[in-house]
């Protein structure tokens, strides 16, 4: 058996969060233990145990794809900043982060891609 067929849900999700978003995906998961611990238990279940943990995508591809989704939401300036710096986490330069953002102007429009940019901005501006 491989390490994804003995691995629970969870703990297979604890791994990858922690690769991908270092402290910043533990302290999110911390913060939800007083408001809503089963959110917490399906952030790490759902997302990074079953969709991330997935062949066919590398991380770094599912960062680009998830910069990208956030940017064009334009509702979650958060979590786009927790993925930029993910984006940094697993080998995406600024450069492409940047490029990542501004391809969405195309799609989502220019104040999607400005706030994007800025997030961007703060993101590397704390690194």
């Known amino acids: 058996m491989t390490k994804i067929e003995t ?3 969870r703990a297979r999700g604890a791994r990858l969060l922690a690769a991908i978003d270092g402290d910043g995906g533990e302290r999110v998961v911390e913060s939800l233990s007083d408001i809503a611990p089963d959110f917490a238990d399906y952030l790490l279940e759902f997302p990074f145990g079953d969709i991330y943990a997935r062949e066919g995508l590398d991380v770094r591809a599912r960062e680009i794809a998830t910069i990208a ?3 064009a939401m334009g509702t979650a300036p958060a979590q786009l900043k927790v993925h930029i710096a ?3 986490n697993v ?3 600024r450069d492409e982060i940047v490029e990542i953002i501004m391809q969405m102007a195309v799609y989502a429009g220019f104040p999607a891609a400005l706030n994007g940019l800025f997030g961007a901005k703060e993101v590397f501006a704390a690194r």
Request: glycine share 16%.
């Open 7 to 9: 691995e629970s849900r």
């Open 69 to 71: 989704a956030l940017t």
């Open 86 to 88: 993910a984006g940094l």
């Open 91 to 93: 080998g995406l330069s």
